[in-house]
């Protein structure tokens, strides 16, 4: 009797001491969350940044400084298309003071890579940051003023044609490989670090073709040496009112939009999550807000938090889908 009560005590003993330290957990937590955040936050930008999406991104990070009462940093991490800059904040500590900037890339990586070192489970999604369509821009050094033009003059000549990216899990890269397989043409992939290099390269000639976002290609199209081709949502947009999709020009799969988000370590403490969430909120119901991703030719989302999250994973699959279909080489 005593060895069976003993052993009894023993185990209420040690459920009574978990309960115990799983209230000391909820208790910590809850205390850390009513002192966040107590220092100054970064915001990982995974790329060499440029362009619109790295000022839409410190714009957020002045309104969610404003909104948390603490400064937010930028820190560029670039690298392996924005790899290496993810799986860094997942190893940043403390949990949520470290906020991911990122694209598609955080899923397209997923599939480009053997072993990309993480899920998208393990980060929690704060709010996107604006979406756009692509326009693929071409360099006049190519004899072509039309898609169709474009195709001829890529089949007469297998290994002329290169064409830009920032890495391998890029929407431009899937666009590109798409167009090659749909219109049974040849283009090399020559690969940048960011944005900034890559435009510098179009405008020179040293690439030839690029997939932009379409703000972006309209400001490359500015240059005499640029021409826009195509363009990649459903329906034509007021920003190029004159460029067609490709969809009317008869390749439907290659409709893709980019977008822009930011991301915390779902390992982050649930209230400081839910503290961060609160005041991306707030930033998005400023009016302001909208009229600042029209001046940078973005456009808002209008769902929820979890509509998003199941676009991202929609898109994953359409991805991975991409990867096998098209026999993209994975990269170790």
């Known amino acids: 009797m005593s060895r069976t009560w003993s052993l009894k005590n023993s185990v209420s003993n040690t459920a009574c001491s978990v309960a115990f330290a799983m209230v000391l957990m909820a208790v910590a937590a809850h205390v850390a969350a009513q002192e966040y955040p107590n ?10 940044g ?3 999406a790295e000022a839409i991104g410190r714009i957020a990070g002045q309104k969610l400084s404003e909104q948390l009462g603490q400064p937010v940093l930028m820190d560029f991490r670039p690298g392996a298309g924005g790899l290496i800059g993810t799986r860094e904040v997942l190893k940043m500590q403390p949990l949520g003071y470290y906020i991911l900037w990122a694209n598609p890339a955080i899923t397209n990586n997923l599939f480009a890579y053997k072993d990309p070192g993480y899920k998208l489970e393990d980060f929690e999604t704060l709010g996107p940051l604006g979406l756009n369509p ?4 071409l360099h006049t050094s190519i004899p072509a003023k039309n898609l169709r033009e474009f195709i001829a003059y890529a089949k007469a000549n297998p290994n002329r044609i290169n064409y830009g990216s920032v890495g391998p899990s890029n929407g431009a890269v899937i666009l590109s490989e798409r167009l090659k397989q749909a219109a049974g043409i040849n283009m090399t992939q020559i690969l940048y670090k960011g944005s900034g290099e890559l435009s510098v390269a ?3 000639g040293d690439i030839h073709v690029y997939f932009a976002t379409l703000g972006t290609a309209k400001t490359r199209m500015q240059s005499p040496q ?3 081709i195509g363009m990649t949502a459903d329906r034509r947009s007021d920003l190029l009112p004159d460029l067609p999709t490709f969809k009317e020009l008869g390749y439907p799969t290659m409709m893709l939009s980019s977008w822009n988000a930011l ?7 649930r209230p400081v999550i839910t503290r961060l969430r609160t005041a991306m909120d707030r930033i998005y119901a400023a009016p302001e807000w909208n009229a600042m991703l029209k001046k940078y030719k973005a456009e808002p989302w209008f769902g929820t938090i979890k509509e998003f999250g199941d676009k991202i994973k929609a898109e994953g699959i359409a991805t991975g889908e991409d990867y096998k279909r098209l026999n993209l080489p994975l990269l170790d």
């Open 263 to 269: 991301f915390v370590p779902a390992a982050a403490p």
């Open 39 to 48: 220092r100054p936050l970064r915001m990982v930008y995974p790329s060499s």
């Open 134 to 137: 692509f326009g693929m821009v």
């Open 226 to 228: 640029i021409i826009g």
């Open 50 to 52: 440029g362009g619109a």
């Open 202 to 204: 179009l405008l020179a």
